[in-house]
T-cell receptor, first 114, second 114 residues
Framework: EDQVTQSPEALRLQEGESSSLNCSYTVSGLRGLFWYRQDPGKGPEFLFTLYSAGEEKEKERLKATLTKKESFLHITAPKPEDSATYLC???????????????FGRGTSLIVHP | DSGVTQTPKHLITATGQRVTLRCSPR?????VYWYQQSLDQGLQFLIQYYNGEERAKGNILERFSAQQFPDLHSELNLSSLELGDSALYFC?????????????FGAGTRLSVL
């Protein structure tokens, strides 16, 4: 069974204090790893997708990296507006054979204090 | 704005009742996915439709059903509701079900079963 574990569950940072969120996974036939941001009461918003070990993607203060067993979301000099829950998901071919369906982790709740 | 529209935003109903949640995908997207998000379970995949046909099934209860119409909008029907069905229900859409497809999420419907 696919497993996606995110750590820590919650993280409090001061503005400007850089840190990293972890997503470790066990999946047979990984096709892609996705990072989403979710604000309270809203739907997940796509951030990055990574497909192979060693790949890196950047967007503003966020940088995602991928190894064969885990992914990191690095947050550099965060601001209060970066406060959100960050979700990681891995995709592989569904048992039905027709589509690639993501399995989501439980997320890391990030709060950045001014 | 993701381009995915979900209605209603909030739904309050009683146990034993039946409700219908509606989703309009992004323009051009043929695939629609339904997810349930609760505090103890995280984001769980329920079912996927592609161009009107069921493509993949996840942890969807027999009391729940879905369909996708010719105009590509989708409805999720929940019947014989129980207290435990209270959750956020998200719809997502993508071009198809391919491995590199990004899923774009709607804002969700918050269901409260009293």
């Amino acid at each position: 069974e696919d497993q996606v574990t995110q750590s820590p569950e919650a993280l409090r940072l001061q503005e400007g204090e850089s840190s990293s969120l972890n997503c470790s996974y066990t999946v047979s036939g990984l096709r892609g790893l996705f990072w989403y941001r979710q604000d309270p009461g809203k739907g997940p918003e796509f951030l990055f997708t990574l497909y192979s070990a060693g790949e890196e993607k950047e967007k503003e203060r966020l940088k995602a990296t991928l190894t064969k067993k885990e992914s990191f979301l690095h947050i550099t000099a965060p601001k209060p507006e970066d406060s959100a829950t960050y979700l990681c998901a891995v995709t592989r071919l569904h048992a039905s054979g027709g589509s690639y369906i993501p399995t989501f982790g439980r997320g890391t709740s990030l709060i950045v204090h001014p | 704005d993701s381009g995915v529209t979900q209605t209603p935003k909030h739904l309050i109903t009683a146990t034993g009742q039946r409700v219908t949640l509606r989703c309009s995908p992004r323009s051009g997207d043929l695939s629609v996915y339904w997810y349930q998000q609760s505090l103890d379970q995280g984001l769980q995949f329920l079912i996927q439709y592609y161009n009107g046909e069921e493509r993949a099934k996840g942890n969807i209860l027999e009391r729940f059903s879905a369909q996708q119409f010719p105009d590509l909008h989708s409805e999720l029907n929940l019947s014989s509701l129980e207290l435990g069905d209270s959750a956020l229900y998200f719809c997502a859409s993508s071009v198809d079900g391919g491995s590199k497809n990004i899923q774009y999420f709607g804002a969700g419907t918050r269901l409260s079963v009293l």
